[in-house]
C-alpha cells in the first residue's frame, strides 16, 4: 500500500526558506502513471495546490506562488520536495504531499501524506 | 475567494440526505474537466471520495454520490450518519490558471 510521509521544520523565520520533503514507500515514484504534489492548508481555512512534478522533473506550480516555488525529484530516494522561498506568516500551513492520477480531464490526488504543520514565525 | 464556490456549512439528521454544490466557471468545470470529491475528518488528511465526478474508490459507500450538470458539480450523501460529519472539498482543473483547483470547502454538521 502506498504511503508518503512528509518532514522538515516545523518552524520557519520570515523571509526564509521552507524546505520539506515527502518519503514515497510501498511504490516507486518512477512510475510513469504518477505525479507528485504538494498542497497546503493554513490553520482553519481550505486546502490550495501548490505544485506537482513528474518523475522526469517537469513541473506545474500555481500561479500564485510560481516565483517562490520550486519542486524537485530524487529518484534514487524515492523522494520529493518543495522549496518555497521568502516566507511570510500567511505561508503558515498543514503542508501535504500527495499521488495525482491525471488524465486528460484533470488530476485526483490520492493517497496523501498525513501533514505536516510549518510555523513562519522569528 | 477560491475560484471553485462551496457553501460553508450544510446540516442534517442522521438518515436524512444533504447536497453540497461546487460551483465553478467555463474555465474549469464548465470547460468539461472532471471533479473530484474528498473527505477531510476532523484532524486528519483529506481522503479522496468521489473522483471523475462521479466514481467511488474502491471501500467508499454507496451512501455517496457525485454528479455534474454545466458548471456546477454536487456530492449527495444519503442516510446521514454521525461519522460523516467532516468538511468536504471539490477540486478541478482550472484551464486558464493551468493547474489544479479546490472548493473553499464545506462543513457538514450531522445533527
Known amino acids: 500500500q502506498l504511503q508518503l510521509q512528509e518532514s522538515g521544520p516545523g518552524l520557519v523565520k520570515p523571509s526564509e526558506t521552507l524546505s520539506l520533503t515527502c518519503t514515497v514507500s510501498g511504490g516507486s515514484i518512477s512510475s510513469s502513471s504518477y505525479y507528485w504534489g504538494w498542497i497546503r492548508q493554513p490553520p482553519g481555512k481550505g486546502l490550495e495546490w501548490i505544485g506537482s512534478i513528474y518523475y522526469s522533473g517537469i513541473t506545474y506550480y500555481n500561479p500564485s506562488l510560481k516565483s517562490r516555488v520550486t519542486i524537485s525529484v530524487d529518484t534514487s530516494k524515492n523522494q520529493f520536495s518543495l522549496k518555497l522561498s521568502s516566507v511570510t506568516a500567511a505561508d503558515t500551513a498543514v503542508y501535504y504531499c500527495?499521488?495525482?492520477?491525471?488524465?486528460?480531464?484533470?488530476?485526483?490526488?490520492?493517497?496523501w501524506g498525513q501533514g505536516t504543520l510549518v510555523t513562519v514565525s522569528s | 475567494q477560491s475560484v471553485l464556490t462551496q457553501p460553508p456549512s450544510v446540516s442534517g439528521a442522521p438518515g436524512q440526505r444533504v447536497t453540497i454544490s461546487c460551483t465553478g466557471s467555463?474555465?474549469?468545470?464548465?470547460?468539461?474537466?472532471?471533479v473530484h470529491w474528498y473527505q477531510q475528518l476532523p484532524g486528519t488528511a483529506p481522503k479522496l471520495l468521489i473522483y471523475d465526478d462521479s466514481n467511488r474508490p474502491s471501500g467508499v459507500p454507496d451512501r455517496f454520490s457525485g454528479s455534474k450538470s454545466g458548471t456546477s458539480a454536487s456530492l449527495a450523501i444519503t442516510g446521514l450518519q454521525a461519522e460523516d460529519e467532516a468538511d468536504y472539498y471539490c477540486q478541478s482543473y482550472d484551464n486558464s490558471l493551468g493547474g489544479s483547483v479546490f472548493g473553499g470547502g464545506t462543513k457538514l454538521t450531522v445533527l
Open positions: 500527495a499521488r495525482l492520477y491525471c488524465s486528460s480531464n484533470s488530476c485526483q490526488f490520492d493517497p
Open positions: 467555463n474555465s474549469n468545470i464548465g470547460a468539461g474537466y472532471d
